[in-house]
Structures are given as structure tokens and as C-alpha cells.
């Protein structure tokens, strides 16, 4: 098989999929490895780099996408890629199609086959490919809101973790599966009340195993009311396995948030779970909406590039083997993440939105 990384060319995108300890597998495999060049240097590895494990570096986008079957990269295909794509390519890369409807129309009429990382499940329900990176989104959505609190970025100019004879800042997080726990976990480490919701029962004793300054609550809409308006950093972490996150806080509960507080939704990648969220890029990462400060960047774990690809392409090497080679439908989890075969929308949560 030959398979391509394409360069990442999203808004400050760093990470690259495969780093070249995980390319040396595929060739090891017999499979033609092509990078194009410079992929991997925000990440930290050059082009010798991967020379040294006998990949092939070519010199452009058009290059690579003309000479391999199978494409893996991190991001949605970018609308100046679309035109690279063809339809006996094999598509591997996070997709996030139930909040871009557009793009899922324009690989419909390419006529290839997208397997969508974050559609890639396990027995249990777990998603190895999304866990690593929502890990390290849980982690940067309370750094990150730690910073915009501070007066100068448009915050109420508190200190989360609070001091003695200083308020402690309260964090609420919706939802406890990877990202929100890590970033409850960060949340309390750092000192702030936090409050978690959730339906699961597990989870919710997991996050008052943290510390006596977790509260786990079930989300009655009432409490995620009650909640959201008394939070100083709000933090959405839900997730439906390939469809539109739900909407859970409304833009009235917004508005009723004190001015300065902030927003940060790490579920805006599939549309946001927080009413006023509208998707931003590093470029431009935050705005203002009636007093509160939103931060809602699709790509957050492009901030930390090198930690970043490390992880995916970790995660990510027993799947891409397989995917490069026959009969890789057979396995259940790759199987169950294919979102679209030969252009025919096959993914049951994407189904009803063709």
C-alpha cells in the first residue's frame, strides 16, 4: 500500500499523524511510506528524520495525494485539499462530519471512503484514537481559562486556585468522560471548587475520588442551570460518539453568567455544547459574548504539537496497519468507524443528516 501525510495546513495546525518511529512500522511492513515535506517540523522531526526510516519525501501536496491510496492526517480535509482527493482514496484522519455537513457532502461527491478517527471504537464503547487527544484538550481547557481570567485577556481578574484570603475560582465541567476528567482533575489540582456532571454513575465517583473540592452531580437541566450561571470557568466536555453535541446550556444561562467569566467548549468540534459557542481558530481563538469570554478553538491539541503527535500516532499505528491492508474491514472497531464507503454516507449518526 502507499500511504501519504500530507503537511497539515489548518489555522497554526502543528501536529503531524505519523512521527517517523511510527512511519518506520508501515515501511517495516512492507507498505511505500510518502510525507511531504516539512510535515513534521512543527512537531520537531525534519524531513532526515524520516529519511533515516526509509520514507519517501515528496515536495508538495499535489505530489503526495497523486502517488499514494491511502491518506492519513490529523485534521478534516481543508478546502483547498478537497480538490487532491479522488475517489479510490482511503481517508484516515478526524473527520467530525455531524458538525460540518458541507464537507461531508463534498467527500460524498468525491466518491472515496473516510474513516473518521474519533469513529474508531473498541468493545466498551472506548474510543482509542480520540482518547489521547482529549486528554490533552481537557488538560489545555483549564491552562487556558486559568489565563482568561486574568483581567488583561477580558477575565473577572481571578486567581482559579484561589489564596489565603482570597476566593478559590469554581470550575464547572459538563461532562466526565476523558477530556472532562482530566480536566477536573487539572481544575482541583490547581485548587479550584469543581463541579462535574454527569449521567454515569462510575464517573461521577471517579470525580469525587478526586478531592473533597469535587462535587459530581447528575445533570438535571436544573442544575446545569444552577451551575453554569454561578461558574467563573465553564467547561463543555460532552461527547455523542459521531454526532452533534447536544445543546445543554442556553444562551439565556450564558447571559446570566457574572461579566469576565469564560467558556471554554471542548465539544465544538462537534458543534459545541454550549449555545452561544461558535467555532474559532488559534488565529483568533477567543470573543466576547454579553460580558463572557468564549474560547472555542477546533483544534486545541494543535497547541502542543509535539506531545500531540507523540500520542496519536501511538494510538494510531495498530489501526493504520491494518487499515493498509486487506480484508481491514473485518476488524470490528476500524468497521465501525467508517463514515463514508465509495461516497455513500454509511455512518448511522450521519445518516439522517445526508
Known amino acids: 500500500m502507499r ?74 480535509p481543508q478546502p483547498e485539499e478537497l480538490a487532491l482527493l479522488r475517489s479510490d482514496h482511503r481517508l484516515f484522519c478526524y473527520l467530525h462530519l455531524a458538525a460540518n455537513l458541507e464537507l461531508m457532502r463534498a467527500l460524498q ?22 482518547a489521547p487527544m482529549s486528554d490533552i484538550a481537557g488538560g489545555l481547557a483549564v491552562q487556558i481559562g486559568a489565563q482568561l481570567l486574568c483581567m488583561p485577556a477580558g477575565g473577572k481578574g481571578l486567581l482559579l486556585g484561589g489564596l489565603p484570603a482570597a476566593e478559590r475560582g469554581h470550575v464547572v465541567v459538563l461532562g466526565a468522560g476523558m ?50 450561571r454561578a461558574a467563573d470557568l465553564l467547561i463543555g466536555a460532552v461527547l455523542i460518539t459521531g454526532a452533534r453535541a447536544p445543546h445543554l446550556v442556553s444562551a439565556q444561562v450564558v447571559r446570566a453568567m457574572a461579566p469576565g467569566s469564560v467558556v471554554v467548549d471542548i465539544a465544538v468540534d462537534q458543534g459545541g455544547c454550549i449555545e452561544t459557542t461558535r467555532p474559532t481558530s488559534w488565529a483568533e481563538p477567543t470573543y466576547v459574548w454579553e460580558g463572557v469570554v468564549h474560547f ?29 491492508g486487506e480484508h481491514w474491514e473485518e476488524h470490528p472497531a476500524l468497521a465501525a468507524g467508517v463514515n463514508l464507503r465509495a461516497g455513500q454516507v454509511v455512518y448511522p449518526a450521519l445518516q439522517s443528516l445526508a
Not at 478553538?297 to 495498530?318: C, D, F, H, Y
Open 3 to 76: 500511504i501519504g501525510v500530507p503537511r497539515e495546513i489548518k489555522t497554526l495546525e502543528g501536529r503531524v499523524s505519523l512521527i517517523p518511529a511510527a512511519a518506520a512500522e508501515l515501511v517495516r511492513a512492507g507498505h511505500t511510506v510518502c510525507v511531504e515535506a516539512g510535515a513534521g517540523l512543527p512537531s520537531g522531526y525534519t524531513d532526515a528524520d524520516y529519511l533515516a526510516v526509509g520514507v519517501t519525501i515528496l515536495p508538495d501536496a499535489p505530489t503526495l495525494y497523486g502517488a499514494v491510496q491511502l491518506i492519513i492526517k490529523v485534521k478534516e
Open 109 to 130: 461527491g468525491i466518491g472515496l471512503t473516510a474513516v473518521a478517527f474519533e469513529t474508531v471504537e473498541e468493545a466498551g464503547r472506548r474510543l482509542p484514537l480520540l
Open 296 to 324: 472555542a478553538v477546533t483544534n486545541m491539541p494543535g497547541a502542543v504539537p509535539r506531545s500531540a503527535s507523540q500520542a496519536l500516532s501511538a494510538a494510531l499505528i495498530p489501526y493504520a496497519l491494518r487499515l493498509a
Open 179 to 228: 477530556a472532562g476528567s482530566n480536566a477536573a482533575a487539572m481544575a482541583a489540582g490547581m485548587g479550584a471548587r469543581v463541579t462535574v456532571l454527569d449521567h454515569d454513575h462510575d464517573r461521577l465517583a471517579a470525580m469525587r475520588a478526586l478531592g473533597g473540592g469535587v462535587t459530581a452531580l447528575y445533570p438535571y437541566q436544573q442544575t446545569i442551570d444552577e451551575a453554569a
